[in-house]
């Protein structure tokens, strides 16, 4: 990923430059699924809808990790841990 810190505006976790690397399409991949979960479940469509939202959960959790963004990674770690022990607690108890 190319950093520019001269820009106006810009931080060190922000990228300015992208040359579609793997997070770039990790991101959108991850979006897309959190969508689609997120109409999942909207619809009554259980469990898919969260396990959808697991996986999109998942991705976006390791480009968190690949950026160091540390408000993405506290988010999608909460929302990740949500939906896996809504699960548990429908297929264990």
């Known amino acids: 990923m190319v950093w520019d810190h001269r820009v106006v505006g810009s931080n060190p976790t ?8 793997i997070d770039f399409y990790l991101k959108w991949l991850a979006t ?20 959808i939202n697991l996986i999109g959960g998942s991705v976006w959790l390791i480009v968190a ?13 909460v929302l990740l841990s949500v939906n896996a022990l809504g699960l548990i607690y429908k297929f264990f108890f």
């Open 14 to 21: 922000t990228p300015t430059n992208y040359d579609m690397k």
């Open 32 to 51: 897309g699924l959190l969508i689609v979960g997120c109409f999942f479940v909207s619809i009554n469509v259980y469990p898919l809808g969260p396990i």
């Open 65 to 77: 990790l690949i950026w160091k963004e540390w408000s993405l990674i506290v988010t999608n770690s």
